[in-house]
């Protein structure tokens, strides 16, 4: 019998490792605090609640990178009493003084200024893009597996780093939505014991341009008009077509974000990638050329354009309220970080593939992604603010083993994000900031500035010096120094060009288009359709259809009879290209961690079958939320079942799945004028709820699965749904209901009810 894989091996004793350390979630995740709430106002003073088991701070780092063995609740505030920035006791906070009591407000009231001023600046400058983000902490484990290509030591086997990791949007405000059709950022800060290793990355594997310098362009494009600052957060507009048609460079990142890419299920469910070509350098000195990959443990999932739109609506903050409340039930998301490895030769090529062209991909059929360690997010930040939005990344912070290539677009982010973070937080001391703190020792001369915390010592800072006793010292490649690999630089003068190797915009396009399945080329093909036709100009479209038919003819005519516009000739003859079947989301099953699961019913059918479901919904580590017409408990006080949704709170687009307990007939409020939701059902004719009607169909139709069991049945045949169905299941229990769902949840949607035309 052959011996295992020693890369899976030791990935099975992280996964076991991370499995025990697991603690018990929230059933219900959510809660706004770590204890109920009380009617009357509380008087009694008492010190400040602690976080909730699924929350913790930034682990208590001097700003100067030493431990100080303080607990995380130091860096929170502290003490039972209101009190002054400077801690005096306040004794009224509800009135400013005044010369009487109707008299006017005085000057001298510092307790009102301070209070007042402080509020006037509590906003920073937010991220002109990636400014609506999600965030949590969590733990990385090496695999070992990465021991022969780099000497980064928390790569080695069994080393656990901490990290934080930020997601996000690109285009939108922080006030937009978390569901609109885009690109996400994927940016994790590994606080390694050599420093700060920033690994920034996206949800798509390229991007829009190939050179840093046309980024405020493609950026200022893809932004709302500057005269009426509409549309946000979308790409659906001219000025964002009329550059990327007009850059085709562009065409694969665009392509990329109009497939089920650019709206994700759930941060938990999306890959991430480092996009650029990095050079990684091991103990020998010698070289590796690599790309980053994240794969989610969870698969990769998206949501139906039409549960995209919706959610917007119903739940803007979808995505972020998905992450943290999967991390407080204990549901907690994981990754491996992986890398495709190629040889660093001269030309940084490999299978005809420029490596330092970052609209290009290597597909994984050619250069398989090795795995290489494991992340597993397990806290939730406990404030916003100070964590997630004062977080700060730059691919400058590297650590030694892994190094930069010469591709232009990471060149200029190496000085983008560095002057970007100067001007968001303040100055050049942002890594002082409690989240930003690196974990290893910091002795870097640098002093004074906007919001300098570290205290320094000694008079010289500078060297060599004397005076200091000629600290700090110069450290070598055998002390841990971080050397740059020596690169040979071309001596081919100054120019503004770029290599002919990027010059092919096409190629890849359509490998990527051929890699896709019937279902997931329709939705490419609704997702240009709908975003051309929100185009107002006729020329911006008509160039758009001329770039999609440089890469497919079936494309190109689809989207051009949405239009309702003539079909072009491609200019350039079709690429002959092998489809990467990794590139495609469907085809597989996926473990279904997290899953939620609302169960339907009104209390007066089978409520045992409920409370045996919703345990097994539980035990399964998905969530269940019960579904009824009213709020409160169901059932007797002794074995009571929670409502956590009602047929006015609940929509469709918030369940991977329904379970069908009973049919309950209209409820009190089921009428237009106090619900809307009302209106779109046949409740009146058919007896039942017309919000569970609706509810029901919308979930049929953006494929999810329904299970239903005793007179949960009558909702199916009121919803015009009958037995038989793809992914409509009757069973004899509850029990045998959720098996069958639970099975069609690994494949996430019920692929068959689509039929593409394609």
Not at 278 to 303: A, D, I, M, Q
Not at 392 to 398: D, I, M, R
Not at 466 to 482: Q, R, V
Request: aromatic share 8%; hydrophobic share 40%; net charge negative.
């Amino acid at each position: 019998m052959s011996e295992k894989n020693p890369v899976a091996a030791a990935a099975e004793k992280v996964v076991e490792k991370v499995q025990e350390a697991v603690r018990p979630g929230n059933e219900i995740p959510g809660a706004p605090g770590p204890e109920p709430a009380v009617i009357e106002e509380p008087t009694k003073a008492r010190e400040p609640l602690p976080p909730k088991n699924d929350q913790h701070g930034p682990d208590t780092y001097s700003p100067t990178g030493q431990p100080t063995g303080a607990p995380r609740s130091r860096m929170a505030q502290d003490g039972a009493y209101l009190t002054t920035a400077q801690g005096a006791r306040l004794y009224d906070t509800d009135h400013s003084l005044k010369a009487g009591p109707r008299g006017p407000v005085l000057l001298q009231d510092h307790h009102l200024r301070e209070k007042i001023t402080h509020f006037d600046h509590e906003r920073i400058p937010e991220r002109v893009v990636h400014a609506r983000g999600a965030a949590a902490h969590g733990v990385f484990r090496g695999y070992g597996a990465a021991a022969g290509i780099t000497k980064a030591a928390f790569l080695a086997e069994g080393v656990e780093t901490p990290v934080f990791v930020r997601f996000s949007t690109v285009l939108g405000s922080r006030g937009s939505a978390d569901t609109v059709r885009d690109t996400r950022g994927f940016a994790t800060k590994f606080y390694t014991e050599e420093g700060v290793f920033d690994l920034v990355g996206n949800n798509i594997p390229v991007f829009f341009i190939q050179d840093a310098i046309k980024f405020p362009d493609v950026i200022h494009a893809g932004k709302p008009h500057p005269d009426r600052e509409i549309p946000q957060a979308q790409s659906a507009h001219d000025t964002f077509w009329d550059f990327v048609t007009l850059h085709t460079e562009a065409t694969h990142h665009t392509l990329w974000n109009m497939s089920d890419r650019g709206i994700p299920r759930s941060y938990r469910m999306m890959e991430g990638f480092g996009v650029h070509t990095f050079r990684l350098v091991n103990s020998k000195g010698e070289t590796t050329l690599v790309k980053f990959h994240w794969k989610p443990k969870l698969g990769v999932h998206s949501l139906v354009w039409e549960e995209a739109q919706i959610t917007a609506g119903a739940d803007p903050d979808f995505h972020r309220r998905d992450l943290a409340d999967a991390i407080e039930s204990g549901a907690f998301p994981q990754w491996e970080l992986g890398v495709q490895t190629f040889p660093d030769t001269e030309d940084q090529m490999f299978a005809g593939i420029d490596l330092l062209d970052p609209t290009k991909i290597v597909p994984e059929e050619l250069a398989p992604v090795r795995p290489i360690g494991l992340m597993t997010l397990n806290a939730n930040p406990s404030n916003f603010f100070a964590e997630t939005e004062q977080v700060a990344f730059h691919l400058g912070h590297l650590v030694p083993g892994i190094d930069v290539t010469d591709d232009p677009l990471l060149q200029g982010r190496l000085f983008s994000y560095l002057d970007t973070q100067i001007s968001r937080l303040g100055g050049p001391n942002f890594g002082q900031l409690p989240i930003n703190r690196t974990h290893a020792p910091v002795n870097d001369m640098l002093r004074d500035g906007m919001h300098q915390t570290a205290v320094h010592r000694g008079v010289a800072p500078y060297r060599p010096n004397s005076l200091d006793g000629g600290c700090p010292f110069l450290a070598g490649a055998d002390t841990g120094a971080y050397i740059e690999v020596p690169a040979q630089i071309p001596a081919t003068g100054k120019i503004r060009d770029a290599a002919a190797s990027f010059d092919d915009h096409f190629t890849q396009p359509r490998l990527f288009w051929l890699s896709m399945s019937p279902t997931e080329r329709e939705h490419i093909v609704a997702a240009y359709t709908f975003e051309l036709g929100k185009c107002w100009d006729q020329a911006v479209k008509e160039r758009a259809l001329k770039v999609l038919a440089n890469i497919d003819t079936e494309l190109c005519r689809q989207v051009a009879t949405g239009l309702g516009l003539p079909v072009p000739e491609a200019s350039l003859p079709s690429a002959v290209v092998e489809p990467s079947p990794a590139l495609s989301q469907l085809g597989e099953d996926w473990p279904v961690d997290g899953r939620i699961v609302g169960i339907v019913t009104d209390g007066t059918a089978d409520l045992d079958g409920v409370r045996q479901v919703r345990r097994a919904v539980l035990d399964a580590g998905m969530v269940p939320l019960v579904i009824a017409p009213a709020g409160g408990t169901l059932g007797p006080d002794s074995d009571p079942v929670t409502v956590q949704r009602t047929f006015t709170t609940a929509r469709s687009v918030e369940f991977d799945a329904l379970l069908l307990a009973g049919a309950p007939a209209p409820a009190a409020d089921s009428y237009g004028a106090r619900d809307a939701k009302a209106a779109h059902g046949a409740g009146a004719t058919t007896g039942v709820d017309p919000r569970l009607l609706l509810m029901v169909t919308e979930a049929y139709r953006h494929g999810k699965a329904i299970g239903a069991w005793r007179d949960g049945a009558g909702v199916l045949e009121a919803a015009g749904l009958p037995a038989g169905s793809p992914g409509v299941v009757i069973g004899q229990s509850s029990s045998a209901a959720l098996d069958e769902v639970t099975a069609l949840l690994a494949g996430h949607r019920v692929w068959d009810r689509f039929t593409p035309a394609l």
